[in-house]
Nanobody
């Protein structure tokens, strides 16, 4: 399984970005796709997740109403549409996959390389 994340960049507060995560080698252990983020000096934190089969979505309280996760099965790609970005959203964003519906990063088995999102005030 390989994950390739992209779409980060430098934006101003209030702007939007869309992150993409392309997955190769889908298996039964890749049902859950999630985005996490990690700011300097902080632990990796859950942002959002979606299941391939059911399309069930969940969000961290800090991004509800601003971020939208989606999937395109034909393209084997998961997206994170981020709107109303705030400086506190600045972090490296990682996509991960695993079999467990969870917010705990240690239970995700494969990770992409991360993409930097920087929001200026």
């Amino acid at each position: 399984v390989q994950l390739q994340a992209s779409g980060g960049g430098l934006v101003q507060a209030g702007d939007s970005l869309r992150l993409s995560c392309v997955v190769s080698g889908l298996t039964v252990r890749t049902n859950v796709m999630a985005w996490f983020r990690q700011a300097p000096g902080k632990e990796r934190e859950f942002v959002s997740r979606i299941t391939w089969r059911e399309g069930k979505k969940d969000y961290a309280d800090s991004v509800k109403g601003r971020f939208t996760i989606s999937r395109d099965a034909a393209k084997k790609t998961v997206y994170l549409q981020m709107s109303g970005l705030k400086p506190e959203d600045t972090a490296v964003y990682y996509c991960g996959t695993g079999p467990v519906v969870t917010t705990r990063p240690e239970l995700f088995e494969e990770w992409g390389q991360g993409t930097q999102v920087t929001v200026s005030s």
